[in-house]
């Protein structure tokens, strides 16, 4: 019998910094768990904590630079897009040469996605 692929790849399954999603360190088998991979990290969402609560925002709420995010929201409507001309390219028959077109459109539309980053905010941009 064989095992099905992990639809999961391991960078994916790795734990990940709270702050800045970087994969976490191996565990140690003692004390506990990791929750940032760095000092820095640590202060920073101790920062981000304390601003949220003086503007009166939750824990899961976070301050964010506007033009980052709708950086990251005009990335993402090209890949909802895209996705949709792939899905309407490849339905029938498609040739292979059609397929890696329909495939080089989408990467092309996923990259600018996936490039995109943004952290919360901890302090006014001066």
Avoid: F
């Amino acid at each position: 019998m064989t095992k099905a692929p992990d639809p999961e790849p391991a960078l994916l399954r790795a734990e990940r910094c709270r702050w800045c999603g970087r994969a976490l360190p191996e565990r140690r088998p003692t004390g506990r768990p990791r929750r940032y991979c760095r000092p820095g990290c640590r202060q920073q969402a101790h920062l981000a904590r304390k601003l949220a609560g003086v503007h009166g925002l939750g824990d899961g709420d976070v301050i964010v630079d506007r033009l980052k995010l709708e950086e990251l929201q005009g990335a993402l409507y090209c890949l909802q897009a895209a996705i949709e001309d792939v899905d309407r390219d490849l339905t029938g028959r498609p040739s292979a040469a059609e397929v890696r077109e329909a495939m080089a459109w989408l990467l092309d539309n996923a990259r600018p996605a996936a490039a995109c980053w943004i952290e919360p905010r901890t302090a006014e941009a001066g």
